[in-house]
């Protein structure tokens, strides 16, 4: 079956310490995204990909890098300047979005948690 | 400054009633809507949308209307089931070079069996 699979389900976070959230995608999409969403709030922009070896930030970027090797995988690092990293993150995915209206599909998700 | 707006935080309905779920936007640069269903510790899961030429678009039990003038839509769900219970997000698109999907907060809707 084709998806988006994010791992872990749940992570926890040291004080200073860098974690690195996984999504994977086999529906061959080109482009790619992060969100985070807390309680009350809708999804909120980190960054998205619409290429290989391209990414541009988001809406709330800061304390946040990713990267984009492969077509397949877009993980994301949650560094130590991010101050308040719990959150619920969500990767999604959707075919090229420039000039066609295509809805994005959606990973179950990584929750966040710090130490 | 909120673009997608969902006023009503919650919602509970009867089962076999209809629900209706409002989305007010501020961006006049939209031109496609989607509706999001959303479980808990879950994704959320394409709906419905609507492009800004249509004022209707209807699949099955989900019917989501337009209005431009109003900068407003809405979802309804007829009849509305038990499994309906979520969180429904409505967002917005624009059409230029990259098409931000902008989300609303979300609507928790509950139909009581």
């Known amino acids: 079956d084709g998806g988006i699979t994010q791992s872990p389900k749940y992570l926890f976070r040291k004080e200073g310490q860098n974690v690195t959230l996984s999504c994977e995608q086999n529906?061959?999409?080109?482009?790619m995204y992060w969100y985070r969403q807390d309680p009350g709030q809708g999804l909120r922009l980190i960054y998205y990909?619409?290429?290989?070896?391209?990414?541009q930030k988001g809406d709330i970027a800061e304390g946040y890098s990713v990267s984009r090797e492969k077509k397949e995988s877009f993980p994301l690092t949650v560094t130590s300047a991010q101050k308040n990293p719990t959150a619920f993150y969500l990767c999604?995915?959707?075919?090229?979005?420039?000039?066609?209206?295509?809805?994005?599909?959606f990973g179950d998700g990584t929750r966040l948690s710090i130490l | 400054d909120q673009q997608v707006k969902q006023n009503s935080p919650s919602l509970s309905v009867q089962e076999g009633r209809i629900s209706i779920l409002n989305c007010d936007y501020t961006?006049?640069?939209?031109?496609?809507f989607l509706w999001y269903k959303k479980y808990p510790a879950e994704g959320p899961t394409f709906l419905i949308s609507i492009s800004s030429i249509k004022d209707k678009n209807e699949d099955g039990r989900f019917t989501v209307f337009l209005n431009k003038s109003a900068k407003h839509l809405s979802l309804h769900i007829v009849p509305s089931q038990p499994g309906d219970s979520a969180v429904y997000f409505c967002?917005?698109?624009?059409?230029?070079?990259?098409?931000?999907?902008?989300f609303g907060p979300g609507t928790s809707l509950s139909v009581i069996p």
């Open positions: 961006n006049s640069m939209f031109d496609y």
């Open positions: 967002a917005g698109k624009g059409k230029t070079s990259y098409d931000k999907v902008i």
């Open positions: 999604a995915s959707s075919i090229k979005t420039k000039g066609s209206n295509q809805p994005q599909h």
């Open positions: 529906l061959n999409h080109d482009a």
């Open positions: 990909s619409q290429i290989v070896n391209d990414f």
